[in-house]
């Protein structure tokens, strides 16, 4: 008897097989004469979404909220959310931060745009940036592969050695902020074409901070003006 495994399906794929057992069960249910029940009108209301309902969904739903039930007073919020933060730092902006706390988030990424356009990195972070551009990104790779190959990546162009600390002050500008949200512990971006500044959380521990700026070095490839969001785990 299997007692345990591992396996790794395309979304659509799950999404699809999760697809068929509602309508299955809804099916069933109608032979038995149950009908209009709740998970058949939200079925039905999920099937006839448009694409921009079907985003705000989605949207609601990774801030912890029910999208046709509970989202309705942070709809203007969500939507706000999506209009100015296109792509990233939008990706990370409704797992992180806290409904009740979204319009003081987003104004604190409004104002951290602004300090990252005026930063100033350190000289050596251009070299690094146009270094780890030319990275090559393997095809069907798994998230943490991702990331792994972007880190080595960032050691070869700065000439680090696996076992040693990497010396992220050359590549890498830091600015302290109040937080919004405990959430969102910081906000990055490039500078033209000489790397990356990092809006910190004002007073986070040093190891935490230089986990941020480790993560914001692995995006030195990125477009200038391009922005994303560091967060913590919400629970």
Known sequence: MLSQGEAFSPREAVAGELARLISEVLTRLAERGVTDTPLAEEWAAIRQADPEEIDFCLAAARLGLDPYVEAGPYGQLIVKAAEELRGNPLG?????????SMQDALERIRAARSDIAQGRPPEAAGDLRRAVRAR??????????????????????????????????????????????????AVGGTVDDRGPVVVLDQGRPADLQRFTLSSVAGAAADPPGHAHAAKAART
Do not use: C, H, I, K
């Open 92 to 100: 990370d902006f409704p797992d992180a931060v806290d409904p009740a």
């Open 136 to 185: 090559s990104v393997v095809a069907g790779a798994m998230s943490w592969e991702t990331g792994w190959n972007r880190a080595r990546a960032v050691r070869r162009a700065a000439g680090a050695a696996e076992d040693e600390a990497f010396p992220l002050t050359r590549y890498v500008a830091g600015v302290d902020r109040r937080a919004a949200d405990r959430g969102l512990q």
